[in-house]
């Protein structure tokens, strides 16, 4: 039996790709191992209806590729497929597991920025924030504003009206994607290269390392993540996740996310038939 691998249609039509997946629906389709199934990704988050292409399909074995589900809405999915004879390649705790930084903390806990989270962000101390921190970054469970006029970084003492503001912008500009809390992440320097950072994202699968790319459009000339180091966090509770590196102005390499690797990007520039190719030598065992 073939495993399936979801992705979603484009949004006019449901029996063609999504453009930003084009590239991995070629590939995949190349693959005699595997068996595609679009899905209407914006009629599924607005109103939870499962609409695919084929309609009807054997079960088995699923990957899904494709734009990140908060919890409640990927437990969604895992059911209606589960009730198709599909299983996808992480349930749902799995899937939180990676994909909600807070419940992946205390496995790398020595390897990644101090964290802190709160779940009601009205009940932040931030009198505890001032004696923990020096500097800071904000973010949710899951994601930062990255791109946006939102401060990077916040230096302490920082006041608490001020920083309540502050919290309330952040939560306005992750709008619907905001996710289950904030998260107070320490700031550190990465090391630079010209204009670039230095960080690499790795796919795990089944407890193995399946590759780990270049992920800041850095030059080849850059210091590689060690492989001895990335092979450290093979044993994270998920079937299927990411982890992401980056080097240190000091040279030290830490990690930086954590993400379930149905709902994560490829690397710029990945070799995208290297990517597949290993992930059917992992699940076939070839």
């Not at 899905?39 to 084929?54: A, D, R, T």
């Not at 001032?130 to 939102?150: A, C, L, P, Q």
Request: glycine residues 6%.
């Amino acid at each position: 039996m073939r495993v399936k691998i979801l992705f979603p249609a484009d949004y006019f039509d449901i029996k063609s790709i999504e453009p930003d997946y084009e590239i991995e629906y070629n590939v995949a389709c190349s693959m005699p191992e595997f068996d595609i199934i679009l899905y209407n990704y914006e009629e599924f988050i607005q109103s939870g209806v499962f609409k695919s292409y084929p309609q009807e399909f054997d079960g088995g074995l699923c990957i899904y590729r494709g734009w990140m589900l908060k919890p409640n809405k990927y437990k969604e999915l895992y059911e209606k497929l589960k009730n198709k004879g599909i299983t996808l390649i992480n349930d749902f705790h799995e899937y939180e597991n990676c994909h909600l930084f807070p419940n992946s903390y205390e496995d790398i806990k020595n390897h990644t920025p101090m964290t802190r989270w709160f779940e009601n962000y009205k009940q932040i101390d931030w009198k505890s924030i001032n004696d923990e921190f020096k500097r800071f970054m904000i973010k949710d469970y899951v994601k930062s504003v990255k791109g946006t006029s939102f401060p990077s970084c916040f230096i302490t003492p920082v006041e608490e009206d001020t920083m309540n503001g502050y919290i309330d912008e952040f939560i306005k500009l992750r709008g619907s994607l905001f996710t289950n809390g904030i998260v107070l992440k320490e700031f550190v320097d990465f090391k630079k290269y010209g204009a670039s950072t230095n960080e690499y994202r790795a796919f795990y699968m089944k407890g193995k390392l399946v590759t780990v790319s270049k992920n800041s459009n850095q030059s080849d000339d850059c210091p590689f993540v060690p492989r001895e180091f990335a092979e450290k966090f093979t044993g994270l509770e998920s079937n299927f996740y990411t982890v992401d590196f980056a080097e240190l102005d000091s040279g030290k390499w830490i990690i930086i996310e954590v993400g379930d690797g149905q709902v994560s990007g490829l690397s710029p520039n990945q070799y995208v038939f290297k990517f597949y190719d290993e992930i059917r030598g992992i699940i076939y065992q070839k």
